[in-house]
């Protein structure tokens, strides 16, 4: 088993950041990609960023390409998802996932393995 919990939610405003933090334990050999999904209400939860957990490999969605960043601190057991540049359509819950599969294969919420509580992001305009 696997426990992921988040924390760095808040409220911000549009255009500016936020981190948010994720800290693994357990079973983390099980782990090959780790990533951050989000569910804004009515919405199905999508893919935001992904990395593999020991070469550091990235990939993003394009909705925040070049606006987010992920990285892992793989000694302290933590992944990070750097927010920059945040829009009135990035407020959701943030999802941190664990997976055994590829990078390739974890765009799709049911290749996840591990879930967190999530922790909410809004966005005032």
């Known amino acids: 088993q696997v426990q992921l919990v988040e924390s760095g939610g808040g409220l911000v405003q549009a255009g500016g950041s936020l981190r948010l933090s994720c800290v693994v334990s357990?079973?983390?050999?099980?782990?090959?990609?780790m990533g951050w999904f989000r569910q804004a209400p009515g919405k199905e939860r999508e893919f935001v960023a992904a990395?593999?957990?020991?070469?550091?490999?990235?990939y993003y969605a394009d909705s925040v390409k070049g606006r987010f960043i992920i990285s892992r601190v793989y000694a302290e057991n933590t992944l990070y998802l750097q927010m920059f540049i945040l829009k009135p359509e990035d407020p959701a819950l943030y999802y941190c996932?664990?997976?055994?599969?590829?990078?390739?294969?974890?765009?799709?919420?049911?290749?996840?393995?591990?879930w967190g509580q999530g922790t909410q992001v809004t966005v005032s305009t």
């Open positions: 990395i593999t957990w020991l070469g550091g490999t990235e």
């Open positions: 996932a664990a997976g055994r599969g590829s990078l390739r294969t974890f765009l799709s919420p049911q290749s996840a393995d591990y």
């Open positions: 357990g079973h983390t050999f099980n782990t090959n990609t």
